[in-house]
Structure formats: structure tokens, C-alpha cells
């Protein structure tokens, strides 16, 4: 009986280095991935804010807007109107069109843009480095526009240039999820907002994108035709 209950003893006491060995061991690996995150967002928040330095304006202030007398229409995908709203608003330009742009592939929306500029509207356009390569076997969106006289800049300063937005005319803001593309409008859940009359809240979107272009590269790449 005294051999048992030494044997139990013995194997207790093993149990327990077994369990604090797993202990440390778990807590090592821990540390070591909690570590490995560090130095890679160091870096790369480093990388980013070296590039933003190639812009030639500064960051637009953060801007607090009252919308007293503000319209806004909103839209919802999918089976919304969405590409209806924006080809309407194009359509109705006199002046200017901004836009920025991430994904572009509704030939649609960049006909009613030709069509604009064709009949005396200033069309600017500033999209993502991803619109200057093919997609799918087609030309970069960025030379079928540029194709097209109307002046396309690349914001590869930053790792997505991800606004969705149009200004129209300098009095109408069109932004929210909704990018500029089949997708949007028949796929996806994406929201639409046509925002009017709200003329401080337009004029930050407009400083905001003379930023983003004063981040760009003009777009000389090959027309695509």
C-alpha cells in the first residue's frame, strides 16, 4: 500500500510539470504571435505615410457641416435605382463633373461622362491604380476615358483609393458604397445617397478630391483605341 501511494504521489507531481510545461509553452506561442503583428503595421503605416508625402496640399481639415436646408435621396442594391440616380445627375450637368473612383466598369455611366464632356462639361476623374490595368481582357477603364479627352489621374499614393464619389456642378454630391459598376447595381448591397443643396458639406468633398489629385499621377497610358 505505502509503494501505491508513493507511485500516486510520483505521478502527480508529474501531472503537474506536465500541465505548467503546457502552460508555458501556450504562453510562449502567444507572446510570439501578439509580437509578430508590431512591427509589420510599424512598417507599414510608415510606408503609407511616406507616400502621402507626395501630395503637394495639405489633409483637408475634419468638417462639421449643418444641413438646414439639405435634400438627400438614398438607394439601396440590390434592385435599386441606383445607376438611374447617378445617370441622371450626369445628364443634367452643365459645368463640372468630379469624380473619384475604386472599381469602374459600368460603360453606362462612363458614356453619359463622355456624352457630358462632349457637350462642353468639365469632366476630371481620378481613379485607383487598379483602373489603369485590363480586367478581364478589356482595356484599363483609365485609358477607355482618357481615350476619350477626358483627364484621368492615378491616386497610387495609397494602398486602395477607395472613394465612390461625383460632384456635379459644384452642388451635388453623389457617394456612399455604390461603386461605379454592374456589380453595384444588380449583385450587391450597396447604398446610394444624392445629397443636394448642402453647400458646405459639398465644398470639403471638393477640397478633398483637389487633395486626392494633388496625391496623383496624370494617367499616359496607351488610349485604348
Known amino acids: 500500500m505505502h509503494t501505491n501511494v508513493l507511485r500516486l504521489k510520483a505521478l502527480l507531481r508529474a501531472d503537474v510539470w506536465v500541465h ?3 502552460r508555458s ?6 507572446f510570439a504571435v501578439l509580437a509578430i503583428p508590431m512591427p509589420a503595421q510599424a512598417s507599414h503605416h510608415q510606408k503609407y505615410s511616406k507616400l502621402s508625402e507626395s501630395c503637394t496640399l495639405p489633409h483637408p481639415p475634419q468638417t462639421t457641416v449643418a444641413l ?11 434592385g435599386g435605382d441606383g445607376e438611374k ?11 463640372t463633373i468630379l469624380v473619384q473612383a475604386y472599381s469602374f466598369t459600368d460603360r453606362r455611366i462612363i458614356t ?5 464632356r462632349t457637350r462642353g462639361v468639365e469632366v476630371r476623374v481620378i481613379l485607383d491604380k487598379t483602373d489603369a490595368q ?8 483609365a485609358s477607355v476615358i482618357s481615350a476619350e479627352q ?5 491616386d497610387d499614393s495609397v494602398h486602395i483609393a477607395h472613394n465612390k464619389v461625383m460632384i456635379i456642378d459644384g452642388k451635388d454630391l453623389i457617394t456612399g458604397s455604390y461603386n461605379f459598376t454592374y456589380s453595384a447595381d444588380y449583385d450587391n448591397a450597396e447604398n446610394l445617397l444624392v445629397i443636394r443643396n448642402a453647400p458646405e458639406l459639398i465644398e470639403a ?15 499616359r497610358g496607351r488610349p485604348s483605341n
Request: proline share 8%.
Open 20 to 22: 505548467m510545461y503546457a
Open 68 to 78: 438646414n436646408s439639405g435634400q438627400a435621396i438614398v438607394d439601396f442594391s440590390p
Open 134 to 141: 485590363p480586367y478581364e481582357g478589356h482595356a484599363p477603364v
Open 25 to 30: 509553452l501556450a504562453l510562449g506561442v502567444l
Open 85 to 95: 440616380l447617378i445617370l441622371q445627375a450626369i445628364d443634367a450637368a452643365q459645368h
Open 112 to 116: 453619359a461622362l463622355v456624352k457630358a
Open 150 to 154: 477626358i483627364p484621368v489621374w492615378i
Open 205 to 219: 468633398y471638393i477640397d478633398n478630391w483637389k487633395w486626392r489629385q494633388s496625391c496623383s499621377q496624370p494617367y
